[in-house]
């Protein structure tokens, strides 16, 4: 990927490497021609990408095309002003961050209507490894003056510079790839769109469904406690999908499919519901005169990955230490909601000194630290044979006495 500037103080071109996705029985791809799909590499310029103010382009030259333009390479400008790419300064610093970016191509037929020898319409998606950078584009081709050569591939008219021109027409986006929904809690998947044409068109439908072996229902339609803002769609081009009391089986991969018209774009965001552990130890003091067990309970958490760790702290330590004995650990018990439960157990010998902390450690992918929860080694009582022998032998004295 390379940046180049282009003469505005706030704007910048940028260049990806791309991937061309065509049908394969078109082209010849396949084993013997037939079916699939090929792939080949294409250029993709972004032109009049917006600059914050405090980024320089004072190293940056502009965008020059190929001297002599040659038709068998694939590069398609686009300039992205209106509408514009959320968020694209993400890709003006992907290459300096060490970040990878996903940009595929493929031809895109919105109906018969628009078939033209001279003009095509191409989805674009574009992603980049490492942060929250999803987008979607349809591409129109624009009509080249005077051209003379076509490329040899797309077979449409090439500009002087020897690119395809084209203008965005419509963009679907989400700032999230993925979104952590706490069960029983609210949770918005979000999912926005632009488009070139103002007013919207009178037939825009947003459908969420969640991708079932490549099918699923339309969750907004069929789901309880799901809901769509009508009035932001309209307004604000916000399509974003609201759950209430999310529950375990809503976990998935969702799919926001916008359509304006004969053109429609998606974006893809997962859903990972999570619950945090209930950690609580059977004793908060020990009072060892044998051997016994203590336990530790992780309750009611999701998803299903629960570690225990034990360990000790004498009353002369400096650092606790791993709990000498070996523990044992339950099954797993899955609850109703959805949710697991799980044990741990250690035997405690009656030769650990009074003072002694020992501590459960539970981690699970939900929490940022792991849990604590321990218990006290406390000094045995005095043997209640001997309170009962000295307050017979009182009693039986105080008799004695009386009687005299």
């Known amino acids: 990927m390379l940046v180049y500037a282009d003469g505005e ?9 791309c991937v061309l996705v065509e049908d394969g029985a078109g082209h010849g791809g396949g084993m013997g021609g037939g079916g699939g799909f090929s792939r080949s590499p294409a250029t993709l310029v972004l032109r009049d990408v917006p600059v914050g103010s405090n980024q320089s382009l004072e190293t940056l030259t502009p965008f020059v095309p190929p001297t002599t333009p040659d038709p068998d390479l694939v590069i398609i400008e686009a300039t992205v002003t209106s509408p514009d790419i959320p968020n694209s300064d993400v890709l003006l610093h992907a290459d300096c961050n060490g970040l990878e970016v996903t940009c595929e191509l493929s031809r895109f037929s919105p109906d018969e209507s628009t078939k033209s020898p001279d003009q095509a319409f191409f989805m674009v998606s574009l992603n980049v490894e490492g942060v929250d950078f999803s987008t979607s584009l349809i591409l129109r081709t624009k009509a080249a003056e005077q ?3 076509r490329q040899s591939r797309l077979g449409l008219p090439l500009s002087s510079s020897g ?14 790839k993925s979104v952590i929904g706490v069960l029983r809690e609210e949770v918005q998947l979000p999912c926005g769109f632009k488009q070139q044409d103002t007013p919207l068109a009178p037939d825009l439908n947003v459908v969420w469904r969640v991708q079932h ?9 069929e789901r309880s406690g799901a809901s769509l803002s009508a009035e932001q769609v309209i307004s604000e081009g916000n399509a974003s999908l609201t759950l209430n009391n999310v ?26 519901v999570i619950k945090l552990p209930e950690v609580s130890l059977s004793d908060d003091k020990l009072v060892l005169k044998s051997a016994k067990t203590l336990t530790c309970y992780s309750r009611k958490y999701y998803p299903l990955d629960a570690e225990f760790e034990w360990f000790s702290l004498g009353p002369e330590d400096s650092e606790p230490v791993a709990f000498p004995g070996k523990a044992s650990m339950s099954g797993h018990r899955r609850h109703g909601d959805g949710t697991y439960s799980v044990s741990s157990q250690i035997t405690v010998p009656p030769t650990f ?14 929490l940022e630290t792991p849990l604590y929860v321990s218990a006290t080694v406390e000094i045995p009582p005095p043997d209640s044979y001997w309170w009962i022998l000295g307050f017979l032998v009182v009693t039986v004295l105080f008799f004695l006495q009386v009687i005299k």
């Open 9 to 17: 103080a706030d704007v910048a071109d940028v260049v990806l490497s």
């Open 247 to 272: 529950q375990v089986n809503d976990e998935g991969t969702y799919i926001c499919t916008v359509t304006i018209g004969s053109f429609h774009a998606q974006q893809v965001i997962q859903l990972n």
């Open 353 to 366: 000194t009074p003072g002694t902390k020992i501590t459960c450690v539970v981690s699970h992918p939900t």
């Open 213 to 221: 072996r490549g099918t699923g229902p339309q969750i907004h339609a």
């Open 147 to 149: 051209a003379t050569q």
């Open 163 to 176: 690119t395809v021109e084209s203008e965005v027409v419509m963009v679907v986006f989400s700032h999230l």
